[in-house]
C-alpha cells in the first residue's frame, strides 16, 4: 500500500533514501511547524546588525572550510562522521533543552547556534556532499533529489497549515526544536553505519 502511494506522487526510494525520508518527514514537520514562532522571536529581538553578522560569519565558514576542504582535513571529517553528526544533533537537542526549561534567552540562543552551525554543521554538510556521490551516481541522484524534493515539499506545506490553524508557542516551539535536532541527522547516521565500508574510502 504504501509503496502505490509512493509511486503515486513519484517518490522512489532505495534502501538508503528511505531511512533520509524518514528523518526527514519527523524533523521536517517539527521544525516547519515550529519555525515562524521562532523567526519572529529572532526578528524582534536582535538588531539587523546582527542578522548581517550571523550571515557574514556563516559565509565565511563556509568559505574557509571549502578551502581546507582537502587532504586530511576531508579524510578525517569522512572517517569521524559519526561523531560530527551525534555532536550537531546533541548541541542543538541541549541548547534547546536549556532555553526551554532553564532561561530563554535570545541571545544565548543566537550565538551559540552560529557557533554550532558554521562550525560542526559546515563540516557535516561536507561529509553528506561526498556521500552523495558514492551512494548515487547520474540517474540515481536525479531520483535522489526528486525524492527529496517531493518529501520536502509536502513537509513544508503540512508543517505551515498547522502552524496557521494553531501557532505553538514560544516554549512549545523550542521543545519540538530540540527533538527535531535529534531526528535531523538520526537518516544520515544510519546509513552511514550501513555503509561505513562505502563512504570511509577516500578518493
Not at 532505495?14 to 517539527?30: C, H, R
Request: proline content about 2%; aromatic content about 14%.
Amino acid at each position: 500500500m504504501i509503496k502505490k502511494v509512493l509511486a503515486y506522487i513519484n517518490i522512489h526510494p532505495d534502501k538508503n533514501q528511505s531511512w533520509l525520508l524518514m528523518s526527514l518527514v519527523v524533523s521536517g514537520l517539527l521544525i516547519t511547524y515550529a519555525h515562524p514562532t521562532l523567526v519572529k522571536e529572532i526578528i524582534s529581538n536582535l538588531p539587523a546588525q546582527w542578522i548581517a553578522f550571523e550571515s557574514l560569519a556563516a559565509s565565511i565558514a563556509g568559505l574557509l572550510i571549502g578551502m581546507i576542504w582537502q587532504k586530511n582535513v576531508r579524510k578525517k571529517a569522512i572517517r569521524y562522521f559519526f561523531y560530527l553528526a551525534f555532536a550537531e544533533s546533541l548541541c542543538g537537542c541541549l541548547l534547546g533543552l536549556y532555553l526551554c526549561f532553564i532561561n530563554w534567552n535570545v541571545w544565548v540562543f543566537a550565538i551559540a547556534s552560529l557557533i554550532y552551525t558554521t562550525i560542526i554543521s559546515t563540516f557535516v554538510g561536507k561529509c553528506i556532499m561526498a556521500f552523495k556521490a558514492k551512494l548515487w551516481i547520474e540517474k540515481e541522484r536525479e531520483i535522489y533529489d526528486n525524492n527529496m524534493s517531493i518529501v520536502s515539499g509536502i513537509v513544508c506545506i503540512v508543517g505551515y497549515v498547522f502552524a496557521l490553524v494553531a501557532l505553538p508557542s514560544l516554549k512549545v516551539s523550542l521543545l519540538l526544536w530540540s527533538v527535531c535536532c535529534i531526528f535531523d541527522d538520526i537518516g544520515w547516521l544510519i546509513v552511514y553505519t550501513n555503509n561505513k565500508k562505502t563512504l570511509r574510502e577516500i578518493d
